[in-house]
């Protein structure tokens, strides 16, 4: 009896929605010029209450620097203050509008750094995913720099093999690690520097400590990975992919570190998260939450943060 009462007060409950508003992205949400009507609709339907509008600016990613990137967060501020107030022409009641995008996010903060005003509108929220980590995408498209990147997969290299070793059509050495698609995904980035004709850099290969304090010298990166197989991925010479590696400082045993392209989908392949010292020593420990659980209290995320980026 007590579970039945429970399950007919939940079923009481209005369901809480957010409008997904396009921003210029085009992959998901209404266009502006609709998101009245839509919201119309929803104060007019029993059971549900509208709390926000949401905002993703994945074409943010095209960015190159950090200026583009300040472009984009104008253009997400301008069309979320525009839904907000044709929102409000049919809406009284105070809701949250939210944005989300890293590289949108990062030029906000960026120019609040520099002293800048910055105009967020009617934007109540921000809702950046993969701010917290950055990745190879997010320094292609100018929203960091390399020494802002703070995660990456520690792989051990199993075994050598040299150009000379391997005939003339072979273009460089390579040593091979155990980081293959599994542990990095299969998501591509933008890498300026590597030649078009050269493989597809799956993610920036360091040491361990230049992991620990990364700068933004090139020195720090002078490796990247390539080709991999489910469990196991190439390193070669970056940016060109051709010549010698410099195997006695990435001795057969030894671990190194793999920047991602996209630390997302990186992450979600691994089951507990190490932080580090700038020493590289771990000192701490975290285990992600996995799966969606329903909430009744009323009380509940929207945005999603980066909608898969």
Not at 124 to 146: K, S
Request: charged letters at 20%; hydrophobic letters at 40%.
């Amino acid at each position: 009896q007590q579970q039945q009462q429970q399950h007919e007060q939940h079923q009481r409950r209005p369901w809480r929605v957010w409008i997904k508003v396009d921003g210029g992205y085009h992959r998901a949400g209404v266009a502006v010029a609709h998101v009245a009507a839509l919201a119309t609709s929803v104060a007019a339907t029993d059971g549900v209450v509208l709390v926000g509008l949401y905002i993703h600016a994945g074409h943010s990613y095209a960015a190159h620097d950090d200026d583009d990137c300040l472009r984009y967060a104008r253009d997400e501020v301008a069309a979320a203050t525009a839904a907000a107030a044709a929102v409000a022409t049919v809406v009284d009641a105070s809701i949250a509008i939210a944005i989300g995008s890293t590289p949108t996010c990062s030029a906000l903060m960026h120019a609040v750094e520099r002293g800048e005003r910055v105009e967020m509108g009617a934007v109540t929220e921000l809702h950046p995913g993969n701010y917290v980590l950055y990745d190879c995408q997010q320094l292609a498209a100018g929203a960091c720099t390399r020494a802002d990147v703070a995660c990456g997969v520690r792989t051990t290299v199993l075994s050598h093999y040299r150009r000379a070793d391997r005939g003339a059509d072979v273009r460089a050495d390579v040593a091979l690690v155990d980081a293959g698609s599994y542990a990095m995904s299969k998501d591509t980035a933008r890498h300026a520097s590597v030649p078009t004709d050269a493989p597809t850099c799956f993610g920036l290969v360091r040491s361990i400590a230049a992991a620990a304090a990364p700068t933004n010298s090139d020195d720090d990166v002078q490796m990247m990975l390539v080709r991999p197989s489910q469990e196991c991925g190439q390193v070669v010479p970056y940016p060109s992919a051709v010549g010698d590696l410099a195997f006695d400082t990435i001795a057969i045993g030894s671990v190194v570190e793999v920047v991602p392209n996209h630390a997302c989908l990186t992450a979600k392949g691994f089951a507990e998260y190490y932080a580090v010292d700038g020493s590289g020593a771990i000192v701490d420990r975290y285990v992600p939450n996995r799966g969606w659980r329903l909430q009744f209290d009323g009380v509940g995320g929207g945005g999603g943060g980066d909608g898969g980026g």
